[in-house]
């Protein structure tokens, strides 16, 4: 399995259901020093996005001003009803649950995914900044 591509179209964002597939994608970010990031399918329809900074050693660094655009696109998720409340901000771990389609959870996590290595746009083509 090779790394994803920075910046990750949506459509070779990994699906991660179950507990093999997860475990497969993370070691494989692992093993290339890459974030992780992929999708995975819920009970009632619904999906996950989940993103990890650890997989891509200690070199990688997330600036500050990247953590607080995150962190501040995932709140407008959660005040939209998005996502659900116990999403996770990082700065390491990211996770949103809830998301209703699985287009909408890759487009979210191929956002995630550019920020994490220092992207903003995509992000703010999928999560508009507040006004």
């Given at each position: 399995?090779?790394?994803?591509?920075v910046?990750?179209?949506?459509?070779?964002?990994?699906?991660a259901t179950g507990?093999?597939?997860?475990?497969?994608v993370?070691?494989?970010?692992?093993a290339h020093?890459?974030?992780?990031?992929?999708?995975?399918?819920?009970?009632?329809?619904?999906w996950?996005?989940?993103?990890?900074?650890?997989?891509?050693?200690?070199g990688?660094?997330?600036?500050?001003?990247?953590?607080?655009a995150l962190?501040?696109a995932?709140?407008r998720l959660?005040?939209s009803?998005?996502?659900?409340?116990?999403?996770?901000?990082g700065p390491?771990y990211?996770?949103?649950?809830g998301?209703?389609s699985?287009?909408?959870?890759?487009?979210?996590a191929a956002?995630?995914h550019?920020?994490?290595y220092?992207?903003l746009?995509?992000?703010?083509?999928a999560v508009?900044?507040?006004p």
């Amino acid at each position: 399995m090779q790394p994803l591509p920075v910046p990750c179209p949506a459509h070779l964002i990994p699906d991660a259901t179950g507990t093999d597939a997860f475990h497969d994608v993370y070691r494989n970010a692992m093993a290339h020093n890459a974030v992780f990031v992929a999708i995975e399918s819920e009970k009632r329809r619904l999906w996950s996005v989940k993103a990890d900074t650890l997989t891509a050693g200690p070199g990688h660094a997330v600036a500050d001003t990247v953590n607080d655009a995150l962190r501040d696109a995932i709140t407008r998720l959660i005040q939209s009803r998005e996502v659900d409340l116990d999403a996770y901000t990082g700065p390491i771990y990211f996770m949103m649950h809830g998301v209703r389609s699985e287009e909408r959870a890759r487009e979210l996590a191929a956002a995630l995914h550019a920020a994490l290595y220092g992207d903003l746009e995509p992000l703010a083509r999928a999560v508009p900044p507040a006004p």
